[in-house]
């Protein structure tokens, strides 16, 4: 399968909440406004795409065409997530994924490296000093600190969210010059 990596748009954004959604408790649940707001405030909001099922001549796309996509924010929004204020407390340039998901059954074929390949690239021309994110180690998620390790991501804390219920690894990625 041919895929391609390009930008959200208006069109894909209930399939976003529906991928989403299925990624629970790997990410947050957000509904339909909340992943607006968030694209629309990201520095980069990528989908990863089925190219065959994404055929711009062909008009609308098959529904199911986006298979993955990340969101990027930089410092300085007003944004509640408990871990993006962490992140901006310690005070780095970065780029903080907020989420990164790839459709179920996807998963361990290059789709999450590709779409961290944009993210890395963005950083670098916006001059970032890291690419910052985290993972759940309560309820663990082995497979993403594995992932997100082999990316190059260090632990650089942790802290207990969501009210207790939800320990996370905080990560970061120093970028080079």
């Not at 903080?96 to 490296?113: F, P, T």
Request: proline share 5%; charged share 25%; with cysteine.
């Amino acid at each position: 399968m041919k895929t391609l990596v390009r930008p959200v748009t208006e069109a894909d954004l209930d399939r976003l909440v529906e991928l989403n959604r299925a990624s629970v408790p790997a990410v947050n649940d957000i509904d339909g406004d909340e992943m607006r707001w968030l694209v629309g405030h990201a520095e980069l909001a990528v989908a990863i795409v089925d190219a065959g099922k994404a055929d711009a001549e062909a008009g609308t796309p098959h529904p199911d065409a986006v298979l993955g996509f990340v969101l990027a924010l930089r410092p300085g929004l007003d944004y509640s997530s408990e871990n993006y204020r962490w992140f901006s407390e310690r005070g780095a340039d970065f780029v903080y994924v907020d989420r990164i998901v790839v459709a179920d059954g996807h998963r361990s074929a290059g789709l999450g490296a590709a779409l961290y390949d944009a993210v890395f690239e963005r950083a670098l021309a916006l001059g970032a000093a890291e690419v910052e994110c985290e993972v759940n180690v309560e309820p663990p998620n082995p497979g993403s600190m594995a992932f997100h390790s082999r990316l190059g991501f260090a632990e650089v804390g942790r802290q207990s969210t969501k009210g207790g219920t939800t320990v996370v690894a905080l990560l970061a990625r120093p970028l080079a010059g």
